[in-house]
């Protein structure tokens, strides 16, 4: 399967991820639901492609932590939004990976400016912001849309030097552990006396199949898929290819949460599709060679 198809299956994983996320809040913490879901991704790397963890070195400790705050960030959001807001938001990382290379120093043109005022007015158009409890989410997928530019920018640098498993469990692992430290955390607090009642582990069982996509198809595979198809499709094409993500999330929200599409919405994420594809378009050679020396920076 070409690398390009890859992007594309990993586009559709996590749209419908968005899906599984909210059906898992229903019962669980977001910490518990993402210690649980990168827990199982790190188990399925590590015994699928076991013969990749030869000679293994140091546990890489950063992309984990990025990616803890990222999934954090949306996870705790969804709550608040929909699966298609939250979809179309989180891919505004498209987005903010050149804003955070404009202060590396990377020259933003025309196409970013342009691209920055139609996200905005797109999300606007998709937003409800009446209500405080939708703003609230919406914002904290935004802020996680930031950190999942910074994790694709780490990735994109360790993807080159070390093995695609490697990379994928170690994240996986250093996320998981996080995420458990944190929702132990929130329960003790929340809860001192029943800390983990039977009833807590009840609710981990009704959200089995929700943990089980995440923590497999989107976790394990869908981000596996990203980190070796990122090997060889450049960034430009790449970014396209997984800005669908946010079109899979609506259509899950829509076939299986039964959220309502109605004109303002359909207009609003036309029209976020449409900045995230305008600067995701490839550059001239010379705009792709600086970010190619800016990338290497980093």
Not at 21 to 35: E, I, K, S, Y
Request: one cysteine or more; aromatic letters at 12%.
């Amino acid at each position: 399967m070409s690398s390009k198809l890859l992007l594309l299956l990993t586009a559709a994983l996590w749209g419908f991820a968005f899906v599984a996320q909210r059906q898992g809040m229903v019962h669980l913490d977001p910490f518990t639901f993402n210690a649980i879901r990168f827990a199982l991704g790190a188990l399925f790397i590590r015994f699928a492609l076991f013969k990749s963890f030869k000679n293994k070195g140091p546990v890489l400790r950063l992309p984990g932590l990025v990616l803890f705050v990222a999934a954090s960030l949306q996870q705790i959001g969804i709550i608040y939004t929909s699966a298609g807001s939250a979809g179309f938001i989180t891919g505004l990382y498209v987005l903010f990976v050149p804003i955070l290379g404009f202060f590396l120093g990377q020259r933003s043109g025309l196409r970013l400016i342009i691209s920055v005022a139609l996200a905005v007015f797109g999300l606007y158009l998709l937003s409800s912001f009446a209500s405080a409890e939708v703003s609230f989410g919406n914002l904290l997928v935004l802020i996680s849309a930031v950190f999942w530019a910074m994790h694709v920018q780490i990735v994109g640098k360790y993807s080159k030097r070390v093995p695609t498993a490697v990379l994928a469990f170690d994240q996986f692992a250093v996320c998981a552990l996080l995420s458990t430290v944190f929702a132990l955390g929130v329960r003790i607090f929340m809860h001192p006396q029943a800390s983990l009642s039977a009833a807590y582990f009840s609710n981990i069982g009704k959200t089995l199949w929700p943990i089980l996509y995440g923590g497999v198809m989107s976790a394990g595979i869908a981000y596996t898929l990203q980190i070796k198809a990122q090997k060889k499709v450049e960034p430009g094409p790449a970014a396209v290819i997984m800005s669908l993500e946010g079109v899979f999330a609506m259509l899950g929200g829509y076939l299986l949460l039964k959220e309502p599409l109605t004109p303002r919405s359909i207009l609003g994420a036309s029209i976020l599709l449409i900045a995230m594809l305008l600067v995701s378009l490839p550059k001239k050679n010379v705009d792709r060679k600086s970010h190619v020396n800016l990338t290497a920076q980093l």
